[in-house]
């Protein structure tokens, strides 16, 4: 079964500098792998997703991330912070197909000083 | 279209009062879930409709009983309210279905509904 580890529950970054939440899985299939960003009192959006077609995924607001099998990641980098990024994010994932259910990281709260 | 909605956006019960959640979506997805957040815990599974006329449990079901009405709408009823059931509840919805040739597990949630049980 899937299993989904975010390194780090808080990182702050300054406007600007570069943003890198981190993401592990564990699965003895190929996955499928999702990053995910809730804004305050809100639901969650989707920002990425890996479904094997690339291993470089580029998301919404300048947000990418690498899957890199040998290191079983999926990190989430932007090069440059703004503001607008303060959230939390949150790492998921399945085992593919027939398999609909995805396993949630616990998040990570992004801080941005200004 | 609106996506996934749930309603009501927030409830105070008491312990031991009932309740049920209601979530429908337009998507004409054949997925739909339940999950609770947490601090700290990130999103765990309630219950979840693969297709219509199914349900099957999550990580977390106890205390908690879902229907599938029809297609677009998954209801979550909590018979008996308890303080540990305070939470933040999503509903979401997905495309995929077993069998699928091309998996597509994306979900969509709705805005969430947030329970206090005193």
């Known amino acids: 079964a899937q299993s989904v580890t975010q390194l780090g529950s808080h990182v702050s970054v300054s406007e600007g500098a570069l943003v890198l939440l981190r993401c592990n899985y564990s699965?003895?299939?190929?996955?499928?792998l999702f990053w995910y960003v809730q804004y305050p009192n809100q639901g969650l959006q989707l920002l990425l997703k890996?479904?094997?077609?690339?291993?470089l995924v580029k998301g919404i607001n300048g947000f990418e991330a690498e899957f890199k099998k040998s290191e079983t990641s999926f990190h989430l980098t932007k090069p440059s912070a703004h503001m607008s990024d303060a959230a939390e994010y949150f790492c998921?994932?399945?085992?593919?197909?027939?398999?609909?259910?995805?396993?949630f990281g616990t998040g990570t709260r992004l801080t941005i000083i200004p | 279209n609106a996506g996934v909605t749930q309603t009501p956006k927030f409830q105070v019960l008491k312990t031991g009062q009932s309740m049920t959640l209601q979530c429908a979506q337009d998507?004409?997805?054949?997925?739909m879930y339940w999950y609770r957040q947490d601090p700290g815990m990130g999103l765990r599974l309630i219950y979840y409709?693969?297709?219509?006329?199914?349900?099957d449990k999550g990580e977390v079901p106890n205390g908690y009983n879902v229907s599938r009405l029809n297609k677009r709408e998954f209801s979550l009823r909590l018979e008996s309210a308890a303080p540990s059931q305070t939470s933040v509840y999503f509903c979401?919805?997905?495309?995929?279905?077993?069998?699928?040739?091309?998996?597509?597990?994306?979900?969509?949630f709705g805005p969430g509904t947030r329970l206090t049980v005193l």
């Open positions: 699965s003895s299939v190929p996955p499928y």
């Open positions: 890996y479904t094997s077609a690339a291993t």
């Open positions: 409709s693969a297709s219509e006329g199914t349900t």
């Open positions: 998507m004409n997805h054949n997925s």
């Open positions: 998921a994932g399945s085992d593919g197909w027939g398999n609909e259910k995805l396993t």
């Open positions: 979401a919805s997905s495309e995929a279905a077993s069998g699928r040739a091309v998996p597509r597990n994306e979900q969509f």
